[in-house]
């Protein structure tokens, strides 16, 4: 079972390091792929950021954490129990398998993927004790939620040019409402997962973002989204990694 951290109990420095994810998923938007950003946060610093681009290299394994796992891992060798991931929607199972292995301390996400989830939603694959050579993290939910349904909503309102049969969504209307999240697990169920504490300091420049509107039919509740695609926004290469992109790089509005 997932589990979702109300927003009265979220931490104003984890919002502001998971706008700087959503800056990444609204560049993901901009360039026709699915809404996902997310940014490893070390000591109050970002060391990577990435968002998904599996459609731009025909690669299903580019997602936006493993994108950014691929050019974190020279600089900063497993494990990672010291770095906070933050990211717009739930790991897959791909994703989540992969930072158990690297020994991830930390993840925090927007909204959850019932379909594909690899944190709660589908599988426990960062806490089940089946995959003992590997420690376990903690992943939590519900972090500006509402805005990463809008982005994966916005997106599957618009035709997929690069789908083998692309279907027409013209009588389509973006939807606004956005039901809770489902019930979560207590927080005592926790306490045997390794907790990694917060290091991170609020981002130094983060965006303002405005809710949009609706669900994506392939994120289920993972289509939790929002704010405005960002258009002409310089592209980042590939990794987005800070090594080679610092942040008074990183697209602004």
Known sequence: MATYISPEEQDPLDLGWMREALIMAEEA????????????????????????RTNEWRNATLHAELEAIDHLLPHHPAPLNSIT??????????????????????VLYGCGNERFGGCGSL?????????PTDPP????????REEAIMLLRRFYMSENSKAPQPKKKTTRVLKTNIPPPPPSRPSSALKNVQSTPSSASAPSSTSTLTPDSDLGEKYNESSEGSTTAGRGRQGLPIGSTLVATPRNMTPSR
């Open 123 to 131: 599988l426990d694959i960062h806490s089940t004790p089946h995959l």
């Open 85 to 106: 991931l933050y990211v717009t929607v739930e790991p897959c199972v791909m994703c989540a398998s992969a930072l158990r292995q690297i020994g991830i301390g930390r």
């Open 29 to 52: 938007l901009a360039h026709d792929e699915v809404p996902v950003g997310c940014v490893f946060v070390k000591d109050g610093k970002a060391i990577a950021r990435a968002r998904n």
């Open 137 to 144: 993290f903690v992943a939590q939910g519900g972090y500006y």
